[in-house]
C-alpha cells in the first residue's frame, strides 16, 4: 500500500455522500488521505463521516450545489482554509433522467448537463486555481462508458459525459505545464440507489 500512500494529501470529492462518492472517500481515507466531501443531500453526512474518521483521517462535509459557481468556490475556499492544500479532486457528481430522447423535458435536460458537465466545468476550474498557487495537482473526471458508446434511453447523459471526456483531454493539455494531471475514468453500470431498479432488470443485472 505505500506506493499508493497518500498520507499527508487532501482529497475533495464531489457528490461526496452518495453510493460512489462515499466508497471513494473510504477509499482515500484509507490511503492516508484527508477528505473533504461536497454534497446538495447531507442526510448521509454522519455515516460517511464517521467512516472517514474510523481511519483516523480529518473529513469535512460541506453543503453546495455543483451547478451554482458562489457556492463551488465558497465551498473551496472553505476547504483551503480548512486544510491549507488541495491535492486531488474527484468530479463525482452526477446523474441521469433515463426515457425517450424524443420526449426528454427540456428541464431534465437541463438538469443532465447543468450537474453532469456545467459542475464538473465549475469545480475544475476553482481546483486548478488551487492547484496552480500550490505547484500541481490532481484532477479526476468520472466520466461514464455512456461518454463512449451510446446507452438505452439515456441520450443527454451520454452526450454530458461525452462532453466530460473531450473537456478531459482538454484541460490535461492546457494545464500540463502547471504540473497539473486531469484524467478521466469511465465505470460502466454501478448499482446505486439512484438506479438499482434499471441495473437490477434481469436484462441489464444478466449480461
Known sequence: MELFSLTGKVALITGGLG???RTLARGFAEAGADVALLDRNLARRAEVEAQVRATGRRVLTLEADVRVRAQVD???E???EQFGRLDVTVNNAGLNVRGPAEEL???DLETILDV??????L???AAARAMKARGGGKIINVASIGG???LPASAAYCGSKGGVVLLTRAWAAEWAPFNIQVNAIGPTYIRTQLNAAF???PEIRDR
Open 19 to 21: 453510493d460512489i462518492g
Open 74 to 76: 465558497a465551498a473551496f
Open 78 to 80: 472553505r476547504i483551503l
Open 105 to 107: 423535458a427540456e428541464a
Open 116 to 121: 453532469n458537465l456545467k459542475g464538473v466545468f
Open 123 to 125: 469545480c475544475g476550474q
Open 148 to 150: 463512449a458508446v451510446a
Open 199 to 201: 441495473v437490477d432488470r
